[in-house]
């Protein structure tokens, strides 16, 4: 029997905004239970990929495939995508008048509910709502409008507690949030990754962008890829890669990548 | 008084209005008072009656409201009030109460202001009469409702609503129309009547046919410290509705709040717009529309504030979503400054649904249909200000429900 470990496979992928043409070349595989870390300086791709991978049409493939979960996704439509198991925390998600947080956390128990007839959050989603320090007036807010950095990030975590899905993304979950919350926000990154198990029995996989890698002191990872230029031009232990950027820049980085 | 009355409508028969497209009335027929039997309470309706009475927000069951009144076409057919501060009565039995009714009649509408207010006038209208007695303070509100039950029938109304000093008042009037009535027309003629510290929330729900014609009237005239709140909803199919209600803040610290909900569906011509003079010293309006335009509706958003006296404030803000090729949104806003030190402000933005927002929501697993109309519920669900607890969010369940097909 083979047991297929891969989660997400991506091949020789191309991707093209407005006929631009901005990432080339990629290949990544992730691993069940395997946390990624995506670095690289401002505008090289780290975002694009992402999108990529959620499959939001501006972001055109022109060549290569995603394989997720052994199948073919890339020409599946975003909401099919995410019904497989992929999720995402935004860095800048948009503010949305009128619809609340509290309706996004409902969106997974929607379905039964409106069997049910139940409007109120289930009683573990409200307990995960706390945890996350928010209280029952918050999640009432619009969606976004007016929350805080930290306030955005943590709905972003919150709202993927919700969701559960098998492999997230996540898009700087820790710029502009303070140290005591980084750490809340590590931990639930802990939890959406399985952490709690032992290595051998984690089944949810992540990608994660930091900028300052601050976070990786909470949330450990695998292995970790430099992306300059639209492609990977680096991947290794994180923790080695984090220190040679550290003194010796990006572009240090990844000719010590070359050389070797 | 009332020749003269009489002869200006007479003048005005054929005078046709300013705004919307020229309705003839006599195409309609007209019906007369008692064609529909006298009911002890809305209980009594037939169930067909009270399913759509309630979904424009009048509880057949009567539960938590202060009275309850009920036209159907010409017939005041309902009228039951259990509040001892409040009179509550069909306009024919309010003439033979009040000696001095006809001192409140056509002062905040111009009885030949058009050939509906001059027909109304000459139909010798029934409608309902509210009054809030001095001191007031009744929490349940009144609900109204305006019921056309027959085919192709005119339906007209004239009602006079008076708060007396630091009465409050809250009213929910619902109009529709029979499951047979396709065809139709609705002149209701409204003069509010607010008094020193008095405050009116008037929320109206319309949910009319595809092929009636809705042309309502309504003016305020606004005594000291006093405050007027309309919330007016409307999404579902209509041939055309015009209106303009207009508020006169003559008095000191007086303040008006118009807050509009349109959906334009199918053929639908909205013509929506609300006024306000500022005249009363420190006097000011709010104006908030939210419009979105499906299908091949057509939706004018209008809003003209007139400062006409130092120490006023008004704002009006209109945002509407164009969600097809075939409708449209046409925004009008209006600010007339006549004097110095007023503050008078406006925004008004048309657009469509932001890209960004239905992939964020389709992100966390909707469809884009279904992101779509998340986003557009919740661009029309604005929170409503100025009611009651209780009411509020009844307006809210009022306002899913509304929205729940756009």
């Given amino acids: ?260 | 008084m009332l020749r003269n009355t009489l002869e200006r409508a007479e003048k005005a028969k054929k005078k046709p209005a300013a705004l919307g497209g020229d309705v003839d009335i006599e195409e309609f027929e007209q019906e007369e008072e008692g064609e529909h039997e006298k009911i002890e309470s809305l209980q009594d309706l037939p169930k067909s009656y009270k399913d759509t009475v309630l979904k424009v927000g009048v509880d057949p069951t009567e539960q938590g409201r202060a009275g309850s009144f009920m036209q159907i076409d010409q017939s005041g057919v309902c009228s039951n009030c259990s509040s001892e501060s409040i009179e509550l009565m069909n306009m024919k039995d309010a003439f033979k109460k009040h000696s001095w009714l006809s001192d409140y009649m056509w002062n905040a509408v111009p009885v030949d202001a058009d050939k509906y207010t001059a027909e109304t006038e000459l139909r010798n209208s029934n409608g309902y009469f509210i009054r809030a007695l001095p001191g007031a303070k009744e929490t349940f509100p009144i609900q109204a409702c305006m019921f056309i039950g027959d085919k192709n029938v005119a339906q007209t109304a004239h009602n006079i609503i008076i708060a007396e000093e630091n009465a409050e008042l809250n009213i929910i009037t619902g109009c529709s129309t029979g499951a047979d009535v396709n065809s139709a027309m609705h002149v209701g003629v409204s003069e509010f009547y607010l008094k020193k510290g008095a405050k009116i929330t008037f929320t109206m729900v319309h949910n009319w046919a595809e092929q009636v014609e809705v042309r309502p009237r309504t003016g305020i005239i606004m005594g000291d410290d006093s405050t007027y709140i309309s919330n007016y909803i409307l999404t579902s199919p209509v041939k055309g509705v015009q209106t303009y209600p207009t508020a006169y803040c003559q008095g000191k610290n007086s303040k008006a709040v118009f807050q509009s909900i349109l959906g334009g569906q199918k053929n639908s011509v909205l013509d929506q717009g609300s006024r306000a003079y500022l005249t009363g010293k420190n006097s000011s309006a709010e104006m908030v529309t939210r419009a979105v335009s499906r299908d091949e509706s057509q939706i004018y958003t209008r809003g003209h504030l007139a400062g006409k006296s130092q120490d006023v404030k008004g704002h009006l803000e209109c945002m509407g979503l164009v969600l097809s090729d075939d409708s449209m949104i046409y925004s009008v806003p209006e600010l007339e400054g006549s004097a110095t030190n007023l503050e008078l402000s406006h925004e008004a933005a048309v657009g469509k649904i932001a890209e960004e927002e239905v992939l964020y929501l389709m992100s966390r697993g909707l469809t884009e249909e279904e992101a779509a109309s998340m986003i557009v519920r919740g661009f029309l669900s604005m929170d409503i200000k100025g009611l009651p607890p209780k009411l509020a969010a009844e307006t809210k369940r009022m306002i899913d429900m509304s929205t729940r097909g756009m």
């Fill in chain 1, 1 to 260: 029997m083979v047991v297929v470990k891969l989660l997400l496979e991506i091949t020789d992928l191309a991707v093209e905004v407005n006929e631009k043409e901005i990432l080339s070349d990629i290949d990544l595989y992730i691993e069940k239970g395997e946390t990624h870390v995506l670095l690289g300086p401002n505008g090289t791709g780290k975002s694009t990929l992402f999108m990529s991978i959620l499959g939001f049409p501006k972001y055109k493939i022109t060549r290569g495939e995603i394989l997720f979960k052994g199948k073919d996704i890339t020409h599946l439509s975003t909401t099919e995508r995410v019904k497989m198991g992929i999720g995402v925390s935004f860095q800048n998600p948009p503010a949305i008048r009128g619809v609340r947080l509290k309706d996004l956390l409902r969106i997974e128990d929607e379905k039964k509910s409106v069997e049910t007839g139940e409007k109120d959050l289930r009683p573990e989603l409200m307990d995960i709502t706390r945890k996350m320090k928010f209280d029952e007036s918050f999640i009432e807010r619009d969606v976004n409008l007016g929350f805080s950095g930290g306030e955005v990030k943590r709905s972003e975590i919150l709202q993927l507690l919700a969701q559960k899905p098998d492999f997230t993304m996540f898009d700087e979950p820790d710029s502009g949030v303070d140290i005591e919350n980084v750490e809340l926000i590590a931990q639930e990154i802990n939890t959406l990754l399985d952490k709690d198990k032992k290595p051998g029995l984690r089944e949810r996989s992540g990608l994660l962008i930091t900028h300052l890698g601050y976070i990786l002191n909470f949330v450990g990872a695998n292995t970790a890829h430099v992306l300059m230029d639209g492609k990977i031009a680096c991947s290794g232990d994180p923790t080695e890669i984090l220190e040679d950027i550290r003194k010796e820049g990006f572009k240090g980085c990844v000719e010590c990548c070359e050389t070797h």
